[in-house]
Each structure stands twice: as C-alpha cells, then as structure tokens.
C-alpha cells in the first residue's frame, strides 16, 4: 500500500475511533499515551507521517482493536491475520441459502470469487454424484442437492464472476471409476461428464474452469472471495482468513495455478465431453 494511502486509512480509523469512544481530544490523547496537539497533528491529514510504533500498539490495545485493522491491512478489527474455526457454524443450518457460505458468496457478489475444489465442483454434480458421495460421506443428500442447485442460481446471476482452479487428473480419475469412485458405475460417469460439460458450456464466460497437471503443482482446497475473506476447506470445517497480506498471498497462488493450466476454460467443456465418451468400467469391475 502507498504510504500516503497508508496514512490516510490509519487517520479515517483513528477519526472512528474517537469518535466512537465518547470522549474529547484531550481525554482521547490522554488515554493512548501521546500529547492533544499530537492527536489533532493526526487528525489533520497535514502529514504522511505515521505515528511511532509504541502509539500505535497503544492505540490498539486501548480500543481493542487489531493493528492490521488500524493500518489497513484488515477489515476485520479484532481477528486480522488469525485463523477462525468454523467448525462449529453449520450446525443446524438446514440449506446452502441459509449457511455462512452463502453469506460469503452473497458478500463477493460483484467481486472475482476464486475456488480451488477438493474434487468435482459442487454446482457441476449431478444427483446421482450428489447421492453417491454423500452415501460414503454420510452428509443429507437433499441438503447437498440444494447446495448444488443454489450453486447453479448463483453462476447464472450476470454479476457473477468466478474463476476455479482443479487438477485434470481428478476428472480423468473419475471417468475411469477409480479411487472414491470406484463404485459409481460407467453409465453414471459419463451422464455426470456430460451434464458438466453442458453446464461448462451454460455458464461460460462468467464461471471459467482452469485445469492444471496435478503432477506438476499442488493445492489444498481453498475459496477466497473478492478481497477481504478466504476460507481454507479442511474437512468439516473451514479456516478462515480475513488479513489483507494472507489473501494476497492466496490470490498469488490461484494466479500461479492459472498460468500452469494445461486445460482452459474454453477447452473444458469439450475436455470433459471427450472424458465422457471415453468413459468404460473401471479395470476389474
């Protein structure tokens, strides 16, 4: 960030700040440590100037407040740069709509949301995948199935924007009914590769698949949406980012996986139509 525009978040946070402790200037000063004129110099936007780092933890602890949130390095004032456990939040959530997911997608809506799924994305299963997984994965299926439709709905708004990232082997481990797949039989794979492709082809421009040689580069599942929140999926429960620094770093690495693909968005459709032709059994089946 600019120094100047550095600045320039630091002093609007601090403006808040004041204002929402409910006491004047001189109180205010008086309880971060530094001199009124002092406070008044940061108030006045007449320097770039940051104030020294024992004023600004000061700041912070006094208003319970993080630092990253004070400089503008967070959106969050009090967990920036932590990790939150959401294992917790989906209890009781009935659907996708009514999820802490569906808030987040809501939140990106008009943003770039990028996603790195942990195996077919959600919105490009079919029922029988929903049913099947969820049979090994002891999840309600319905509640799947409305995820999946939801997901759809979602892609098909026009300010829809959303880039995912998958190794092409998932797909042609999955035509070949191996690994987690190896009990789904050859008829249901190639309805699912061609349900998917449909879709690919449907929601194109706006949901874009890159495919990348899972030999070559790995990643663990992983959403970020737009520019202040990411969600890591390990398991059943997502670890949660909101610091500007983590994102970008997230951000950077989805880029790096974009640039190995091997497959891109308007390839994949055909690619998974090819899959699907070329579906048989799996190898002793």
Same mark, same amino acid.
């Given at each position: ?7 320039? %978040?630091?002093? @609007? *946070?601090?403006? =808040?700040?004041?204002?929402? #402790? /409910? ?6 000063? $008086?309880? %971060?440590?530094? @001199? *009124?004129?002092? =406070?008044?110099?940061?108030? #006045? /936007? ?6 020294? $780092? ?210 891109n968005p308007h390839e994949t459709a055909a690619y998974a139509a090819r899959l699907a032709d070329d579906t048989t059994d799996a190898p002793g089946a």
């Open positions: 960030m600019d120094k100047r525009d550095l600045s320039a %978040v630091f002093r @609007d *946070r601090l403006r =808040l700040l004041v204002r929402r #402790s /409910g006491m004047n200037h001189s109180a205010f000063s $008086a309880s %971060v440590g530094i @001199d *009124r004129s002092a =406070l008044s110099q940061l108030l #006045s /936007g007449g320097t770039t100037r940051l104030p020294r $780092a024992e004023t600004l933890l000061n700041i912070a602890e006094t208003q319970k407040v993080s630092l990253d949130w004070l400089l503008g390095l967070s959106q969050d004032e009090t967990l920036t740069g932590e990790i939150r456990d959401m294992l917790e939040i989906e209890q009781g959530v009935s659907g996708y709509g009514e999820s802490f997911l569906a808030r987040w997608y809501a939140e990106a809506a008009g943003s770039k949301v990028r996603y790195v799924p942990a195996g077919i994305p959600d919105l490009l299963r079919t029922g029988a995948l929903v049913d099947y997984e969820a049979g090994i994965t002891q999840r309600d299926p319905d509640k799947q199935a409305s995820e999946t439709r939801d997901r759809i709905d979602y892609n098909r708004r026009p300010e829809t924007d959303m880039e995912v990232c998958m190794p092409r082997h998932t797909l042609e481990i999955f035509a070949r009914g191996m690994g987690v797949w190896s009990g789904f039989p050859a008829s249901s794979r190639k309805a699912q590769l061609r349900h998917m492709a449909r879709l690919l082809d449907e929601l194109y421009p706006t949901f874009r698949v890159f495919m990348y040689d899972g030999r070559a580069r790995y990643s663990v599942p992983y959403t970020i949406f737009g520019s202040t929140r990411a969600a890591i999926y390990v398991g059943d429960m997502y670890l949660v980012l909101n610091g500007t620094m983590p994102i970008r770093t997230l951000t950077a690495h989805f880029d790096n996986l974009i640039r190995s693909a091997v497959v």
